[in-house]
């Protein structure tokens, strides 16, 4: 899944919500079932989103949304191997971009 943000410090709930095309209630919900997602809090209390939080929910998104994983089962994988979890997401990632670039490619012949 690419995820189309601008690039900043910060992204409200909001931004990440609509970039995943997902309720700001279930990013919520993954804050709080999953350690690794972290954002700040400004003085109104409103989630600030680091980039590393972004990566972090591609992440726990390919899994429980795209691999079907249960919740449990896509904890278990973070704990488990989380280094090794990471490099495969992150592969596959690099991966859907080129074959995205080359289907842009061929129906530009």
């Given at each position: 899944m690419h995820i189309d943000l601008p690039e900043k410090r910060y992204y409200k709930i909001?931004?990440?919500a609509r970039a995943f095309s997902v309720n700001t209630s279930l990013i919520r919900f993954w804050e709080k079932e999953f350690d690794i997602i972290k954002p700040k809090k400004n003085a109104k209390g409103n989630r600030l989103f680091t980039a590393e939080d972004i990566v972090n929910l591609k992440l726990i998104y390919n899994?429980?949304?795209?691999r079907g994983f249960t919740l449990e089962?896509?904890?278990?994988?973070?704990?488990?191997?989380p280094d090794?979890?990471?490099?495969?997401?992150?592969?596959?990632?690099k991966l859907e971009a080129v074959k995205a670039e080359?289907?842009?490619?061929k129906n530009q012949l």
């Open positions: 909001g931004e990440v899994l429980v949304k795209e089962g896509a904890k278990q994988k973070l704990k488990k191997n090794a979890t990471i490099y495969h997401h992150d592969i596959i990632s080359l289907v842009k490619i």
